[in-house]
């Protein structure tokens, strides 16, 4: 008998007097001890499914027009809440997505996690505080008597994930369920947590669904794969069976989507854009009631870089080492020491009214398209912002035809200019995103992070896009990520950095297939999951 049977589970959201169909007749199994994934791209019905097994979807929100979920041979669809209730954080678990989301800002650490045991186990607050301490060194937590103290704010990415799964884990549950729970952090931090969940699967011999769009993770975590789309499962089976012979179409394009080869080299003698020699962002660190300066922190410590004409140049390294700081003081952003030419021409010290003619060829994408985008500008008013500014187009009508040439370059369809930012996807909001930056016919663009949490076949499109645009306006990028495996597909020369500086920098097939550095190894080895090779190494 299986630990958990889902059979013809269907789920419809109520959303302003509309039915959406979220979930269509699915059925899947999973086995005591098992992984399966649900793999798919967003809106695939993936977190719906999941979220009915423990029937957290809001009530009033949600009906479940057929299905049953069995679990340990009892079908718990329809239940009792005081039923439902004994399971739930009990023996069925949940990680979210985001833990900053999830974990309440207002609690400590050990407040959060005693919570399960005191609800389920009757534990008193005073007698938890010792099975805490357990949980957070079960899930490698550092520091963790220190940490009991700390409100979520105060935790790494990385630790917040930590902490969550410490509170799935407080009631060793059957069944642990895992909803994209590495999506953006870097790749080092995403390799400890995946290697953690195996870790703690064996020994507490517990089943795992695993929720993700990303089919590297799926090769090494899980044994089976259900591949859904449109609410479907569309295949399911065997992890080499699905991966090595896939059936259906959408399946096959899944695994087409990867990013596996090296950008195509650039030719020709060509000229720098944009240089930096020993570049240099401190920050203070201020203590006392007098705010005295104690000391700084060096986000950037003398980095010197080139990008050429029609070059991209991706700049790597783990959250915290300096990359978006670095990309923020070239473009003039934030203040810096040492010198900065654009076009031969030093700009650094120059005031803004001299600078504000050179913004326009001069641009940036940032990582959160819905953050960066005004909610209440249409995206033809965001896109002609940048226009008014700069004083591009005559009239109106003017900026009405630059706006939608460059939507249809971005393959948005013009008609839609007079839509919010909300009515699009991630991937189309990130074509918003590049369009807005495009309409200037900038010369330079740094991409912060641009396909960061977004599906993999999604990222294949954006990457796509900008190698299109790169070859039509010959333009140079800073490609900022954390994605070994996007860095590798759009760049020409690659920079790794840490702790401020560039610790290595060379040709993509320099630094992927011989890295000098013992931090270059270490991404290469958590992204790649290949084995270290003998290689020498420089400070």
């Keep these: 008998m299986s630990l958990l049977e889902v059979r013809d589970l269907s789920v419809t959201f109520r959303v302003n007097r509309q039915e959406i169909k979220a979930v269509k007749n699915v059925s899947f199994y999973i086995e005591r001890g098992e992984t399966l994934a649900l793999v798919g791209e967003s809106g695939a019905g993936k977190s719906a499914a999941a979220l009915s097994i423990m029937q957290l979807h809001p009530k009033g929100l949600v009906v479940y027009p057929s299905g049953s979920v069995f679990f340990d041979g009892k079908n718990i669809m329809g239940a009792s809440e005081e039923t439902v209730r004994s399971i739930r954080g009990n023996r069925i678990s949940m990680i979210f997505q985001e833990p900053m989301t999830s974990l309440n800002p207002l609690h400590k650490v050990e407040k959060q996690v005693n919570e399960g045991l005191m609800l389920h186990q009757g534990v008193a607050r005073e007698d938890t505080r010792k099975r805490v301490i357990e949980l957070l060194h079960l899930v490698g ?23 969550m799964i410490a509170m799935a884990l407080a009631n060793n549950p059957e069944l642990l369920i895992a909803d994209e729970p590495t999506t953006a952090l870097d790749v080092t931090i995403q390799a400890g947590i995946l290697e953690l969940l195996n870790k703690l699967k064996k020994e507490m011999n517990m089943s795992l669904l695993l929720i993700t769009h990303d089919l590297t993770i799926v090769r090494k975590m899980v044994d089976r794969v259900a591949v859904m789309k449109d609410g479907e499962i569309v295949e399911h089976g065997a992890l080499k069976k699905v991966f090595q012979t896939p059936v259906h179409k959408y399946t096959k394009y899944l695994l087409a989507s990867e990013l596996n080869e090296y950008a195509q080299k650039i030719g020709g003698d060509r000229d720098v854009i944009v240089d930096t020699r020993d570049l240099k962002v401190f920050f203070p660190i201020q203590k006392g009631i007098f705010r005295t300066t104690k000391g700084y922190v060096k986000a950037v410590n003398g980095v010197t870089v080139s990008i050429k004409k029609g070059q991209t140049v991706g700049l790597v390294g783990e959250s915290g080492s300096g990359k978006t700081t670095l990309g923020l003081a070239m473009l003039r952003l934030i203040a810096s020491e040492g010198s900065i030419r654009y076009k031969g021409r030093e700009i650094q010290g120059l005031k803004t009214k001299t600078l504000r003619p050179l913004r326009k060829e001069i641009q940036v994408i940032f990582q959160d398209p819905f953050g960066s985008l005004n909610p209440r500008f249409t995206i033809g008013q965001i896109i ?133 550095n013992i931090y270059t190894i270490s991404l290469i080895k958590a992204a790649f999951d290949l084995e270290s090779k003998e290689v020498s190494q420089t400070s």
């Design 141 to 163: 937590l550092p520091e963790a008597v220190e940490r009991l103290s700390a409100y979520p704010h105060q935790l790494s990415g990385g630790q917040r994930q930590r902490v």
């Design 384 to 516: 002609e912002e940048g226009l008014r500014v700069h004083g591009i187009g005559a009239s109106q009508e003017d900026r009405e035809r630059l706006i939608s040439d460059v939507l249809e370059e971005v393959e948005i369809d013009p008609s839609s200019r007079h839509r919010y930012p909300h009515e699009f996807s991630g991937g189309q909001r990130q074509r918003i995103s590049i369009a807005r930056a495009l309409i200037l016919k900038p010369r330079f663009l740094v991409l912060d992070e641009p396909t960061s949490s977004i599906d993999m076949s999604v990222q294949t499109q954006i990457i796509q896009l900008l190698k299109d645009l790169q070859k039509k306006y010959d333009l140079a990028y800073l490609f900022i990520s954390h994605d070994l495996r996007v860095v590798k597909a759009i760049s020409h020369r690659i920079l790794v950095m840490k702790d401020g500086k560039i610790v290595e920098e060379g040709s993509p097939e320099d630094i992927y297939e011989n890295p000098k």
